[in-house]
């Protein structure tokens, strides 16, 4: 199939008849009849099938690591504001960073700063991100062992 394809925009390109804007068509086309066939290939479906499996496997492993508190424990509640609280009243980013990795190994931390609605934390992108590989190294270890550095 890609043979075809490649053979398809070689003959476009040696036709002297199309202007520039015809061939561009021509390969668009040629691009979409190819990922239409592409498509409808059954190990398409079978690889979409893989992944989506293998997505729900580790949201389930995320899941198992996080937790909410649900609207009878106050007590969780109570220590998810408090986990808020304090990175909150840390303005420096160094200090809120150096936190995130001091406690960040602790589920219910990651948790009340993951869960909990972003005018609550302030998270930035360089913080969500370390929490988030929180998570992933808790959820699976080997996932830290894999990664270089």
Do not use: Y
């Amino acid at each position: 199939m890609v043979g075809q394809c490649r053979a398809g925009v070689e003959a476009i390109e040696k036709d002297k008849d199309l202007t520039a804007d015809a061939r561009k068509r021509k390969k668009h086309e040629l691009a979409r009849q190819t990922m239409t066939q592409l498509e409808k290939l059954p190990s398409m479906e079978k690889a979409r099938a893989s992944v989506s499996a293998i997505q729900a496997r580790w949201q389930a492993k995320i899941d198992a690591v996080l937790t909410r508190p649900n609207a009878d424990d106050a007590a969780t509640a109570t220590l998810f504001w408090e986990i808020r609280d304090k990175l909150t009243n840390l303005k420096d980013e160094r200090a809120r960073m150096s936190w995130i990795q001091k406690f960040g190994h602790d589920p219910l931390v990651l948790s009340a700063l993951l869960h909990g609605p972003a005018g609550l934390t302030n998270l930035s992108e360089a913080e969500r991100a370390l929490l988030q590989l929180k998570v992933e190294a808790l959820a699976d270890p080997k996932i830290t062992e894999a990664k270089p550095g």
